[in-house]
């Protein structure tokens, strides 16, 4: 079975920086598009950035220039550095990924970013 699993969440002044990992763990033979989601209190998740298995990016216009996708093929792992955080950066962030063909998603991670 296989399994995503965050990290990285926290309390950060607005300004400030967080750095959200993800590793893909279990029997996995395929490792596709991987991405983070997130979602607000009393609203919709939204997409946050993606980046495919051979490394090109996306990123949604709430994290253009302040947010940046990774990933490690070797380690099965995905990151999100986040710089010049935002009180409304505040959510759970997820992990999502395309493992084995089929989509898979991790049990989140909160990010407050509050003074």
């Known amino acids: 079975q296989v399994q995503l699993v965050e990290s990285g969440g926290g309390l950060v002044q607005p300004g400030g920086s967080l750095r959200l990992s993800c590793a893909a763990s279990g029997s996995i033979f395929s490792l596709g598009d991987m991405a983070w989601y997130r979602q607000a209190p009393g609203k919709q998740r939204e997409l946050v950035a993606t980046i495919t298995s051979g490394g090109n990016t996306y990123y949604a216009d709430s994290g253009k220039g302040r947010f940046t996708i990774s990933r490690d093929n070797v380690k099965n792992t995905v990151i999100l550095q986040m710089n010049s955080l935002k009180p409304e950066d505040t959510a759970v962030y997820y992990c999502?990924?395309?493992?084995?063909?089929?989509?898979?998603w991790g049990p989140g991670t909160q990010v407050t970013v509050s003074s």
């Open positions: 999502y990924a395309i493992v084995n063909l089929r989509s898979s």
